[in-house]
């Protein structure tokens, strides 16, 4: 079961390979870099192929990932030599990991990366996907390419230290950290991550400040979450409520804001509510066998 540290959006569509997920390595040549964009030259959108990825794209407006897929899989075998194709394959693979068929996923992100093998975003995408299918060595390889590609990229570096740190490895963790600290000093994914390292090490007080930084910035469910966890450590249990409460209205759908209301409410000896609370988190997808040892640790 991965930590409460890996739940992060998801991948997500994107619209072009261009210069922002195109990165080329330290060195190359600027002339070689001119066979990045596949859309420089005139194209006539009036085509099937084109045709189809619009039908796809009013798909995914509403939420209707399997007729998207469907869709831009017929632009890809209508125009299988489309050099738009590694956006293409990205999208449905994107579309077929939010539909849970991920190794059809892998597969796409990696002909799409064949196709355009510089292009970090489809690297972060495959990266994410593989510790979704604790492939992790796997992503640790797609990671340190993307660090290989993009010296200044900070959410690579943040997921290696993520890793890292899962493993044990602190020290390895920190300096991945440190190292977002030395790309951008306001990075809130330095704070984040560094309140991951303190939590782990069982200073929810610390912890819980960093996690406040981030926080007042970009508020999400996920670093809510965080920070009730540390509160609830600390016996503050009205702030843990309060976080909460705000990470269900942003995602009421996430088993883990459940299995820490359970915290709460069998540390408050509301054992009717708890129980209520795991057999959401169960209905939403977490082991009950996870729960159990989360609730007696």
């Known amino acids: 079961m991965l930590s409460l540290a890996w739940q992060q959006g998801g991948a997500q569509v994107i619209n072009s390979i261009g210069d922002e997920n195109m990165k080329v390595p330290q060195g190359m040549k600027p002339q070689e870099k001119k066979a990045e964009s596949p859309y420089i ?24 990932w399997s007729a998207a897929e469907l869709w831009l899989l017929k632009a890809f075998k209508t125009d299988p030599d489309n050099p738009g194709n590694s956006m293409v394959l990205s999208n449905i693979a994107t579309l077929q990991r939010y539909q849970g068929k991920l190794t059809d996923a892998v597969k796409n992100y990696s002909l799409a990366l064949d196709m355009t093998p510089h292009a970090v975003t489809l690297l972060l995408n495959r990266a994410a996907l593989y510790v979704e299918l604790d492939s992790m060595q796997r992503a640790i390889d797609d990671y340190e390419r993307v660090c290989e590609l993009d010296l200044y990229d900070t959410e690579a570096r943040y997921s290696l230290g993520v890793i890292a740190m899962e493993r044990g490895d602190t020290k390895r963790a920190e300096d991945y950290f440190n190292e977002i600290k030395r790309i951008n000093p306001n990075s809130g994914l330095y704070h984040e991550g560094m309140g991951l390292l303190y939590k782990k090490a069982g200073n929810h007080s610390r912890a819980a400040e960093l996690f406040t930084q981030v926080i007042k910035v ?22 843990a409520e309060e976080d909460i409460r705000t990470a269900l209205e942003l995602a009421p759908d996430d088993p883990y804001l459940y299995l820490l209301r359970a915290k709460l409410n069998k540390l408050r000896f509301q054992r009717d509510d708890m129980n209520r609370d795991i057999d959401t988190a169960v209905t939403l997808g977490l082991p009950r066998d996870y729960i159990n040892t989360a609730l007696n640790e």
């Open 41 to 64: 030259a005139d194209i006539d959108t009036e085509t099937p192929y084109f045709q189809y990825i619009d039908s796809a794209q009013t798909c995914i407006y509403s939420h209707d």
């Open 218 to 239: 970009q508020p999400s469910a996920q670093l809510l979450a965080h920070r009730a966890d540390c509160y609830l450590a600390m016996k503050r249990l009205n702030d």
